[in-house]
C-alpha cells in the first residue's frame, strides 16, 4: 500500500533550536530514496508503507543518537485505493483549479 504522510519530529529536552535535529531526520529521509519534500513544520514521504514507516522510526532513532532524550512527532497520513496519487499530483490538481477559478466571482 501507498502512503503520502506529514511528518514532524520534535526532540524535547534538546533546547530552543533543533534544526540540527531535523537535518539529521531528513538524512534519513533523502537516504530511503523516497521522495520527499521538506516544508516550513515538517516534511512530507511518500511511497510504501512500510517504507515509510521504517522511516519514521529511524529518524526517531537517529534523533534520540544524538541525545534527545525525548521526541514528540505528529503524523498525518493517508492513502487511497481508487488510483494513484503522489503528492505532486495532489498539488497540481489544487494549482489547476486555482488557475480556472474566476477570482471576481461573488460569494454567495
Not at 514528540?72 to 503522489?86: C, I
Amino acid at each position: 500500500m501507498q502512503v503520502i504522510v506529514d511528518l514532524c519530529v520534535v526532540p524535547l529536552g534538546v533546547g530552543v533550536s533543533v534544526s540540527e535535529y531535523v537535518a539529521a531526520c531528513q538524512r534519513v529521509i533523502e537516504a530511503s530514496g523516497l521522495g520527499y519534500r521538506m516544508h516550513a513544520y515538517g516534511t512530507n514521504i511518500e511511497g510504501p508503507w512500510d517504507a515509510v514507516m521504517a522511516v519514521v522510526k529511524a529518524c526517531h532513532e537517529r534523533v534520540h543518537a544524538m541525545g534527545a532524550p525525548r521526541i514528540t512527532t505528529t503524523l498525518k497520513l493517508g492513502t487511497r485505493t481508487d488510483r494513484e496519487q503522489s503528492m505532486d499530483d495532489k498539488v497540481a490538481s489544487v494549482e489547476t483549479r486555482l488557475r480556472s477559478s474566476d477570482p471576481g466571482a461573488a460569494e454567495a
